[in-house]
């Protein structure tokens, strides 16, 4: 994950030093970036909230979720998020928010009907660790200069980045253009690398809380399984929300190269919860 963050770093320090060096009008460009930037820090749950239909609830509304989310959050030291509801049967889970007093989690009923009370502890689990490592906050600031860089692409394209004082300004757009391509692929891959292994860390965190890895592992199967039995068009209409996703809700005969997913698949982070489990009854894990 550092390595990865360092990378994307080192991507970006090229790009500002590239644009600084050819004197574009970019500033522009960074102001617009840096409101979309702000609006998605500041908006973020509201928006997933209402993609999704989800609605806040009340402890007396749903007393056993609040109950089990109150005391994962009192065992991770966390103030205790909103807790939504959305009532849909694609089981499914997420959290989203800038920060900890400005967060959310969000299950489903179609999840909730499915797993079993300790599996939907450790989703709940996963979800906490999200809000504990500051999820939205790192993917944000780490896509900030990606959506520089498309913002410019879009620019070029229409003949809007000001093209120089003069006739070689053709030429300018190109390069510039063909920088902020360049970036972007390469922010492309390197973010959902990033977003791959912060799920990675949100399932070892949220084994560690509940010291119950295998659960865990338990509730990903069946929320894997379980989807491939969703209407087609309801996976479709939430791919949207993939990204906050516990379990990306890919409807079928739709698929993408791992290299392109934002989260590992279901079957390594399995595996590697069982080698948790095993670690923790002291039997050595199966090859």
Known sequence: MGLTIFLLGAVYVVFISILIAAGTSAIVILVIAGGLAIAQLFFSDRIALASMG???????????????????CQ?????????????????????????QKASAVCVTTGLMRRLEPRELEGVLAHELTHIANRDVVVM???????????????ASMWGGMGGGRNRDGAGYIFIIMGVSLAVYALSFLLLRTLSRYREYAADRGAAILTGAPATLASALARIHDDLGRVPTRDLRSAEGLNA???????????SLSSLFATHPPVE????????????LDHVPAAV
């Open 54 to 72: 989800a609605r806040v609830t009340q402890p007396e509304e749903a007393p056993e979720l609040h109950e089990m989310i109150e005391r994962l």
């Open 75 to 99: 065992m991770a030291d966390l103030r205790k998020p909103r807790v939504a509801i959305a009532d849909v049967d694609m089981p499914n889970a997420f959290a989203t928010g800038r920060s």
């Open 140 to 154: 944000t600031v780490a896509s900030f200069l990606a959506t520089v860089a498309g913002l410019i692409i879009r």
């Open 244 to 254: 906050f996703f516990i379990v990306p809700a890919r409807a079928r005969g739709f």
């Open 268 to 279: 390594k982070r399995i595996e590697r919860l069982l080698a948790m489990q095993a670690q």
